[in-house]
């Protein structure tokens, strides 16, 4: 078994892990460079191909999953593979695949044209959350507490397109983050900077436009659950809201002690990523009145290093286990262990 990675040297990326799991299990890698054109040629020698993409960079979002799923038709194993990946930054798609499979997702609602969402606006509750197909950390989440406001949105959203880089957004959080005392100045002025100066991101991707998603606002909630499933494995973490807000995605306030976390949450996890067939999936889950946990959002991808200090994990029978452990490497063990 010999594994090509796309190695990225940063924090998030999941690679970091996996070179040093196979350079420590003695387990036959290469290093290639996806971005190359002849990276088809360069995989022949190899297995199986792995990438963690990232939706934030441009390139990744231009081919990363064709590349994958290409490899895989041909037969070579990938992470993350298709039924892994291909709703990835794609809460519209996860809508109709969590719908599909009968998954407890959070009452979602999408237009297409205005008439449409204008007539269900009329006639909805609110307050209701609207959200982007894309974007991480809440960047592209918000609250719609009126009808007025729902309109001026779905007009927009429908009609002329809302940025998918939300630069307001981004410079609050950096101005919270500082407050909180773990950003930095820089990121500020970064912030404002992008205010004139695009990033490759805004210059690339600019809008996204011709479709308005709103969710029932799940309301009460002081933090999420994140949990996420690897094979038989899974952990979790609880993210507290940031003051003021309801939104926990990017807040940086974690709770990793095992009581933080619903192990109905792991429960509903282990079933709903048993029917998405999925190598490796994150899950972010709310409460409703009731208690139950309801789904947000799905995704292969995050940065693991907010995880280190995970106590352990939970197996299939929901059983803890104490310790440190390595999900990266269950990553890399599931790919050999995998027939395709
Ligand atoms: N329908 C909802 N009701 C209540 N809170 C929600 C809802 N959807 C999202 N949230 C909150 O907003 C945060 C960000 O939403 P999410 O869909 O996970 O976007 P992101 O991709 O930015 O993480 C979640 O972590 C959760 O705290
Ligand atoms: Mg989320």
Redesign the pocket.
């Known amino acids: 078994m010999k594994i090509a990675i796309h190695h990225t040297a940063a924090d998030w990326s999941f690679s970091n892990y996996w070179v040093e799991y196979c350079r420590s299990q003695k387990i036959d890698y290469k290093i290639v460079n996806a971005y190359d054109s002849d990276i088809v040629e360069q995989v022949q020698d190899c297995d199986a191909f792995m990438w963690h993409h990232n939706h934030m960079i441009h390139k990744d979002r231009l081919f990363a999953k064709a590349l994958l799923f290409s490899l895989e038709t041909a037969g070579i194993k990938v992470f993350p593979n298709f039924y892994t990946g291909w709703h990835f930054d794609d809460?519209l798609g996860q809508k109709y695949l969590l719908e599909s499979i009968g998954a407890p997702l959070?009452p979602s609602h999408a237009f297409f044209d205005f008439d449409t969402a204008r007539k269900w606006i009329e006639e909805t509750t609110f307050p209701k959350?609207f959200?982007l197909r894309g974007?991480?950390?809440?960047?592209?989440?918000m609250l719609v507490k009126t009808r007025k406001d729902a309109l001026k949105l779905a007009r927009k959203a429908i009609k002329r397109g809302i940025p998918i880089y939300n630069k307001r957004g981004a410079l609050k959080e950096a101005f919270r983050r500082y407050r909180m005392g773990v950003g930095h100045i820089v990121e500020i002025l970064k912030a404002m900077a992008h205010f004139v100066l695009p990033t490759p991101l805004q210059r690339a991707s600019g809008k996204d436009v011709g479709y308005a998603y709103f969710?029932?606002?799940?309301?009460d909630?002081r933090?999420?659950i994140r949990i996420i499933v690897i094979g038989d494995k899974a952990y979790g973490i609880q993210?507290e809201?940031r003051t003021g807000d309801?939104?926990?995605?990017?807040s940086g306030m974690i709770h990793y002690d095992r009581k933080y976390i619903n192990e109905q949450c792991v429960k509903v996890a282990f079933e709903v990523s048993e029917k998405l067939q999925s190598q490796c999936t994150g899950f972010?889950f709310?409460f409703d009145q009731s208690g139950t946990p309801l789904i947000?959002?799905i995704?292969y991808g995050f940065v693991q290093q907010a995880y280190e200090a995970c106590p352990g994990y939970w197996d299939r029978n929901i059983c803890w286990h104490e310790g440190k452990f390595n999900p990266m490497g269950w990553i890399v063990e599931n790919l050999k262990k995998s027939d395709k």
């Open positions: 809460k959070v959350v959200k974007g991480s950390g809440s960047t592209n989440v969710q029932d606002f799940i309301p909630n933090f999420d993210r809201v309801f939104r926990a995605s990017g972010d709310v947000v959002e995704g």
